[in-house]
């Protein structure tokens, strides 16, 4: 059983970054496909970005260009680097690994396993 636990979310000036972390207890992530998702309040939870176990990278539109995912083999976390944030990115930001080393998907139903989230919020 892989278990996640984000950190690193918080609250951030609009233009500001932030680096939000996951790290994995009972599982490695470069075996696997790696997700983060966002859910603002009253809409659904939607794809960010996903790092796979080979080392594919796959971004949403909106965060394109703002945005790295990388993983740090050594320490088993998977990052996000924000960097221009938007009041558009305040979200409560979940990581989730799919069970599969090369394949991305953007589906949250399509991942195995999940973290609480931590909440992003950019203030203007």
């Known amino acids: 059983q892989v278990q996640l636990v984000e950190s690193g979310g918080g609250l951030v000036q609009v233009g500001g970054p932030l680096r939000p972390s996951c790290t994995a207890s009972?599982?490695?992530?470069?075996?696997?496909?790696t997700g983060w998702f966002r859910q603002a309040p009253g809409k659904e939870r939607e794809f960010v970005a996903t790092l796979t176990g080979s080392g594919s990278t796959y971004y949403a539109d909106s965060v394109k260009d703002r945005f790295t995912i990388s993983r740090d083999n050594a320490k088993n976390t998977v990052n996000l680097q924000m960097n221009s944030l938007k009041p558009e990115d305040t979200a409560v930001y979940y990581c989730a690994v799919f069970r599969n080393f090369f394949v991305y998907t953007r589906s949250a139903q399509d991942y195995d396993y999940w973290g609480q989230g931590t909440q992003v919020t950019v203030s203007s």
């Open positions: 009972g599982g490695t992530f470069s075996r696997y496909t």
